[in-house]
């Protein structure tokens, strides 16, 4: 299945882009997309912490994903 | 009743105040954070702000939502500006009125604290020599 990865501060500079397409096998959790990720993107398992979030919504590493589901990579924020 | 705003334009304190202006409240607390000059001794020249827009606007009101319940505020604006900010501008607003200055207080600290925390919106410092995504790494 295809979702969509949507990445901010660091975490953009480091994928390179704002907007990526990945192909999962599917089913997928939110723990197997991290793995992925972070084997794809090494530079990841550098910060002091990367979220992510599934349609807007903070989400633990069990949520299963769903085809065309919008993720967000989210590095340590810093608003404010 | 809340007032949440992501806002490319700069914040204007005195809409956030008249906001939350309330009958039945006795006081109005407004923290403002502004771009600083230096970190860590050196010299900033500005700020690049970015965020996940909709759900930095969702976050934001999970928590003014929160600091009303948790406080009895009244009501709440938090406004967060995104873009480049130069040095002494306001990177966010929050003013909050309750019934007794404790709890407007203690809703605004909150909210800063929880913010900073939670919302989606990330700071680049851009120095003389470089920049640098605050506190992306350990």
Partial sequence: MKISLLSFGIAKDITGQRFLDVELPSPATVGDLRSVLVKQFPRLSELASVRLAVNSEYADESVFLSENDEVALIPPVSGG | ?138
């Fill in chain 2, 1 to 138: 009743m809340l007032d949440i705003q992501l806002l490319t334009t700069p914040l204007d304190t005195q809409a956030c105040i008249q906001f939350v202006h309330a009958d039945d409240a006795g006081g109005i607390d407004v923290f403002i954070g502004t771009v600083r000059n230096a970190t860590k001794g050196k010299a900033v020249l500005r700020l690049d702000f970015e965020a996940y827009e909709p759900m930095a606007i969702a976050e934001m009101r999970k928590i003014a939502e929160q600091a009303l319940e948790k406080f009895g505020a009244k009501k709440i604006a938090l406004h967060h500006r995104v873009g480049t900010l130069e040095i002494g501008e306001a990177a966010v607003v929050i003013a909050v009125s309750a019934p007794h200055r404790a709890a407007a207080f203690d809703a605004c600290r909150y909210c800063i604290d929880t913010l900073k925390e939670t919302v989606p919106i990330w700071k680049k410092e851009i120095f003389e020599d470089g920049e640098v995504w605050v506190a992306a790494h350990p």
